[in-house]
């Protein structure tokens, strides 16, 4: 029997040490992993440990059950939750539901009656981690207008009445519904791939996205080339709320129940079906970004934020020449140009002058998409000056020259890249500076406001902080905190508000899990003389 691991949050200690002394967790195929007396603390247990389940209290201490589960949907949505609560509310109920509550259950409640509970609850996940690692026994029809749309650049041509012909066709398979005006499209690309970094998607694995897919966005998905393709159809506002969370979904199940890593390429929203061609390069291209040795999701507007002009088709090796500048490995880069150029030695001219093109234009291509002004007409004027006569030069020559600039450009992006993170970061960190004092401050909020996905700013602040995003926050809002307690007279229910809590108790919680003492109690031991409430 496989064991899933488990999370237990209740604030009655003696109910929650019951629950976890008296049930025979073994038994029923879980492992209790962690215990929290608050929501805060259960939070931290999932960021942290990484449960298949978390049982909780629906009415918690500083953060709500639902709350609870809105958080933890955002940084762990593989995590299954099962709230259990004294109060038979229905519209707490209601309010679980959008959160893909895995059971709701009542207090009181007997071990009994509990266990018997949890067997089912493990039920439901064995069917969810089969139901995701199992191949479909049929394939869902009415949607192969779409593949085309995806692969064939010509499919994009502007026809009159196009459009609207591929809106009914997409209603008629379900990826739209009926007069919905509002449709967004965005493409997901996947790659599954061993420990060592070898590609092992297989057809079946389209399933796999499906299961989780389905819960958030409609869709269609595709088996192509060794990749899982996705065409997903929400509002603006669905995708803004949904899209991370979906991908990350993604990524920790393939990890947790195939034990795989993935790569999540992400285009730009689309407003039209005939330009789910360039979505798709777009997705591809995200792809080509990522790390195959770990789970990982790009987005492509993280990664060439100043899009760049159309893309057209190029050569196979064309591709993988991008790749390679794309992934920053300039031994790699170098030696497969070596090997091409090797084999390119006495063609004729003409084919090795038509490749070059293509490769320089790949090249200056993928400049022009993660550059700004200044950098690329530094390099257009370094290019066109030094090395635009490649095709007038012996063979050597042009290859020799032709292998400058691409490491020359592959240093240029490692570069852009770079910036672009701080960038991006440094504005997400000032930005917290200035708005930790709004309740509603969130990861999303923030990501938003600086325009890059969720999941890539999460990343950015924990490398450069070595916190979470919430840890961050915290330590901004507590450090605030005490230069209010040591060096103002306010109170410390107000100044509990203005660093954006709601609820004194917490911040009074939150402050001395930082600081080792309550507020009071450091105005007392330094003496200030300030009036403690």
């Known amino acids: 029997m496989k064991m899933y691991t488990i999370v237990v949050a209740d604030d009655e200690e003696e109910l929650r040490k019951a629950i976890i002394r008296r049930i025979d967790w073994n038994e029923i195929g879980f492992e209790v992993i962690g215990e929290a007396e608050n929501g805060i603390e259960a939070l931290e247990l999932v960021g942290r440990l990484e449960p298949d389940l978390l049982l909780t209290d629906i009415r918690m201490p500083f953060i709500s059950g639902i709350e609870l589960a809105r958080q933890v949907r955002e940084i762990r949505p593989a995590t299954q939750i099962a709230f259990l609560s004294g109060y038979d509310d229905f519209t707490y109920a209601q309010q679980a539901i959008q959160y893909n509550i895995i059971s709701y259950l009542l207090k009181p409640i007997t071990m009994a009656d509990l266990t ?68 967004h499209f965005v493409v997901l690309s996947a790659a599954l791939f061993d420990k060592e970094g070898n590609i092992c998607t297989e057809p079946g694995h389209v399933h796999a996205a499906d299961s989780i897919l389905k819960k958030y966005v409609r869709y269609r998905s595709f088996y192509v080339e060794d990749r899982i393709v996705a065409i997903l159809s929400a509002t603006h506002a669905s995708f803004d709320k949904y899209l991370h969370i979906l991908a990350d979904e993604i990524l920790q199940s393939i990890e947790r129940i195939l034990d795989l890593h993935c790569c999540i390429g992400v285009s730009r929203e689309v407003t039209a079906l005939c330009s789910l061609h360039e979505a798709y390069r777009e997705s591809v291209n995200a792809m080509r970004y990522a790390n195959r040795t770990r789970s990982s999701s790009c987005y492509i507007s993280d990664e060439e934020p100043f899009g ?101 450009a592959a240093d240029q992006i490692l570069r852009e890249k770079n910036k672009s993170r701080m ?29 890059v996905s969720p999941n890539y700013l999460s990343a950015l602040i924990k490398k450069r902080t070595g916190k979470s995003f919430v840890d961050y926050l915290t330590q901004k809002r507590m450090e605030a905190a005490r230069e209010q307690l040591l060096h103002t007279s306010l109170k410390v229910r107000e100044i509990s508000e203005a660093c954006g809590y709601n609820d004194q108790h917490y911040f009074s919680y939150c402050f001395k899990k930082f600081a080792g003492v309550s507020p009071n109690m450091l105005r007392q031991q330094m003496n200030t003389g300030v009036e403690s409430i």
Do not use: W
């Open 116 to 183: 018997a509970e949890l067997i089912n609850i493990r039920k439901k996940i064995d069917s969810l981690f089969r139901d995701f690692s199992q191949y479909p026994k049929e394939n869902p029809d009415g949607g192969e207008f779409l593949l085309p749309l995806l692969l064939d650049p010509l499919q994009r041509q502007p026809e009159k009445g196009r459009e609207e012909r591929l809106i009914r066709k997409a209603e008629t398979c379900g990826l739209i519904q009926a007069e919905n005006s509002a449709n």
């Open 423 to 451: 960038d991006a970061c440094d504005r997400a960190l000032a930005l917290i500076g200035e708005e930790f004092s709004n309740p509603d401050i969130s990861l999303v909020f923030v990501a938003g406001r600086i325009g």
């Open 308 to 408: 760049g002009a159309d893309m057209e088709e190029v050569l196979q090796i064309s591709a993988q020449v991008e790749t390679l500048i794309r992934s920053g490995s300039k031994e790699a880069l170098s030696a497969f140009l070596e090997d091409q150029f090797g084999q390119l030695e006495g063609a004729r001219r003409e084919k090795v002058n038509f490749l070059l093109l293509e490769l320089t234009s790949s090249v200056c291509r993928i400049m022009y998409a993660v550059s700004d002004d200044m950098e690329i007409n530094h390099f257009s004027r370094e290019m066109f000056v030094e090395r635009a006569p490649l095709l007038d030069r012996t063979f050597p020559e042009a290859m020799e020259q032709f292998k400058k600039l691409c490491l020359s």
